[in-house]
């Protein structure tokens, strides 16, 4: 099992940038691949970015390509997502999650482990 505690959420203004951390601790944080997701009000969860075991690999929602990078340093079990050029749609509450499948791609669904969310909050 792994526990997952979010930071770095906050208000900005558009245009801005925010880095979110996302520490692990628990069983081995490199066997997971990883990925970070937010929720809107009144909308549904989605997936924003994922990252393999080895940090080798990247995959991104359409609406944050270009924008959102994520990355992972695993000597200190620890993900993070540096969000640049913030938009008042990035408005959400961001989790980060793990995935124990033995697939070697990230994957938008199916995340074993959860955190308990950071809120970041883009002004106009």
């Known amino acids: 099992q792994v526990q997952l505690v979010e930071s770095g959420g906050g208000l900005v203004q558009a245009g801005g940038s925010l880095r979110l951390s996302c520490a692990a601790s628990?069983?081995?944080?490199?066997?997971?691949?990883m990925g970070w997701f937010r929720q809107a009000p009144g909308k549904e969860r989605e997936f924003v970015a994922g990252?393999?075991?080895?940090?080798?690999?990247?995959s991104y929602a359409d609406s944050v390509k270009g924008r959102f990078t994520i990355s992972r340093d695993n000597a200190k079990n620890t993900v993070y997502l540096q969000m640049n050029s913030l938009k008042p749609e990035d408005t959400a509450v961001y989790y980060c999650?793990?995935?124990?499948?033995?697939?070697?791609?990230?994957?938008?669904?199916?995340?074993?482990?959860w955190g308990q969310g950071t809120q970041v909050t883009v002004s106009s």
């Open positions: 628990g069983r081995s944080f490199s066997s997971y691949k």
């Open positions: 990252i393999r075991r080895s940090g080798g690999s990247t």
């Open positions: 999650a793990a995935d124990g499948s033995p697939s070697l791609f990230v994957r938008t669904t199916g995340y074993d482990y």
